[in-house]
């Protein structure tokens, strides 16, 4: 099964003490509500709202591996895995109540989210037989298969246009994106690619991932246009792209350069985290003028991460008075 450095979060298109060396800002009790899910401690699963943590589990059923957040309406909904009787199932969150998509032996993950309307669609990776994984989608809790587990596969991010169900991935070494289950190869599979997120502008299909052009770990972030591949770094240092979205025909990367969190905006990168520290941009939300991202940067020489958001540069730290956690979706609601 593949494994990734950093995890993988969700494209939504639209749309610990602060450092000296850090801008930073308190974002209102009222109006805008940012949602951040993550995790506390390597043990509590949890979502922040502005900066106030709840943590998310129960004395059965310990949610974890928490991927993606969405807000609709009263609704606020999650999506990652949760443990039922030792096993681990791709699982969807909502206002408490936790579904499993998945049932025995197939268990997974679920790591992306898209409400649209009344309809919920989830994207993951599940347990094809002992051996290999296969990338898969939901709508309403109904599953359906994008590969035939022959290959390891999965699934990264889902996002809904009209009638067509988009998902972007894996399968092998080959970097895919799946449009109505048709799948669209964005690689050769000579040299390992990984899909991470997936946005849809006019008839224009624009998808983020990472290559290792070394087989040895070294990762080049980039993404594609209808298939066409743009390098946002040069491989030089290792480098991720995790989410991308498109507004006003400006196309937004977020994720990491070297030990750099941040976003490319037409391919020229925007820095948000301490030169002093190793960070990762993991998600990112456009809300009118507004830039959001959120990511983790680790406290060297001690250990742990600290959860944070940024706004236009400002950032907002998300631990509390907890030593460790981390950030992996964002979703911002006016």
């Given amino acids: 099964m593949k494994k990734f450095l950093f995890p993988l979060s969700l494209l939504l298109f639209c749309v610990l003490s602060c450092r000296k060396d850090e801008k930073t800002e308190v974002i209102p009790s009222t109006g805008t509500k940012v949602y951040v899910a993550g995790y ?12 106030s943590a709840v943590i998310l589990h129960d004395t059965i059923n310990h949610f974890y591996d928490v991927h ?9 909904y999650f999506t990652g895995a949760a443990f039922w009787n030792g096993v681990k199932y791709a699982a969807l969150w909502k206002n408490g109540n936790v579904t499993k998509l998945t049932g025995e032996p197939h268990s997974g993950s679920a790591v992306s989210i898209w409400v649209s309307g009344k309809d919920v669609y989830t994207a993951g990776t599940v347990l094809a037989d002992y051996e ?3 990338a898969k989608y939901w709508k309403n809790g109904t599953g359906i ?50 899909a991470t997120s997936i946005c849809v502008s006019g008839s224009d299909v624009y998808v983020a991932g990472w290559e290792d052009h070394t087989w040895s770990f070294s990762y080049s972030a ?28 400006d196309v937004y990367v977020a994720g990491n350069d070297g030990n750099d969190a941040g976003y490319w905006k037409n391919g020229v990168m925007v820095k948000l985290s301490s030169p002093l520290h190793s960070a990762i941009a993991s998600s990112m939300f456009l809300l009118g003028n507004d830039i959001y991202v959120a990511g983790y940067e680790d406290n ?12 236009n540069g400002l950032v907002t730290n998300l631990n509390g008075v907890e030593p460790h956690a981390l950030a992996f979706s964002i979703f911002v609601k006016p």
């Fill in 40 to 51: 506390i401690n390597n043990l509590e699963d949890a979502y922040w709202v502005n900066d």
């Fill in 68 to 76: 993606s957040v969405w807000a609709s309406g009263n609704d606020l």
């Fill in 132 to 134: 290999s994984t296969r």
């Fill in 145 to 194: 298969n994008l590969t035939n587990g022959k290959k390891g596969a999965g699934a990264s991010a889902i996002c809904v246009v009209g009638n067509d169900v988009y998902v972007a991935g894996f399968e092998g070494s080959v970097a895919m994106y799946w449009k109505n289950g048709k799948a669209i190869a964005l690689s050769d599979g000579l040299i390992e690619t990984v």
């Fill in 222 to 249: 980039r993404y594609w246009k209808n298939g066409v591949v743009v390098n946002l770094t040069d491989g030089t240092a290792s480098s991720m792209a995790t989410t991308i979205l498109v507004k006003d025909n």
């Fill in 300 to 311: 060297w020489p001690n250990y742990s991460f600290t959860a944070k958001y940024w706004k």
